[in-house]
């Protein structure tokens, strides 16, 4: 099944079955966000996708919005415990060592950028889960990780929501004026 295939059934699942709308964006946030599970499976799409549901639909944006952030926030502090646990050992770790470039540039990253490095990479695609690593593998500041996790993740899950929200708004006023 291609992934545009798996988006669409997420999305069309959320959009029949809202009451599962929050658990379902909790869970693609924390795979989205962390390190292995990541690299297999972008999620953000459906998660734009389940955010055009919110102004089409009776899908709530607070829960959503919440759910997103605390799944994010979890897969980054998961991605951040491993890190600090295993160390250099995490890049033989598979998928990881299939990508071998990815975590010298999140250390990299991480080292240029130090803690607003968190903020940052939680935007950039493979370096969403990379950076997390990273910065425990570096022993960065535990607050001070977990306050660029938590604050990143409320801003990146509303900013997809939004995202996906305002196309469909978009989408629905061109119809409509056409």
Do not use: C
Not at 112 to 121: L, M, Q, R, Y
Not at 132 to 148: K, S, T
């Amino acid at each position: 099944m291609a992934l545009e295939e798996m988006v669409r059934g997420v999305v069309e699942f959320v959009r029949d079955h809202q009451v599962w709308a929050a658990p379902i964006v909790g869970v693609l946030a924390f795979g989205e966000s962390l390190a292995f599970v990541s690299i297999l499976i972008p999620a953000w799409s459906a998660l734009i996708g389940i955010g055009a549901l919110v102004g089409a639909s009776d899908v709530k944006f607070w829960p959503v919005w919440v759910a997103a952030a605390i799944g994010a926030s979890l897969g980054d502090w998961l991605s951040y415990w491993l890190g600090y646990t295993f160390k250099d050992r995490v890049a033989r770790i598979w998928p990881l060592s299939r990508y071998p470039e990815m975590l010298p540039r999140a250390e990299k990253f991480v080292g240029k950028w130090g803690v607003p490095s968190i903020f940052i990479g939680r935007f950039f695609g493979p370096l969403r889960a990379a950076v997390p690593l990273a910065a425990g593998i570096f022993e960065m500041p535990y607050w001070h990780f977990q306050f660029a996790n938590v604050t990143s993740a409320f801003v990146w899950s509303a900013t997809l929501l939004l995202f996906g929200d305002a196309i469909s708004r978009l989408a629905t006023w061109f119809w409509a004026a056409v």
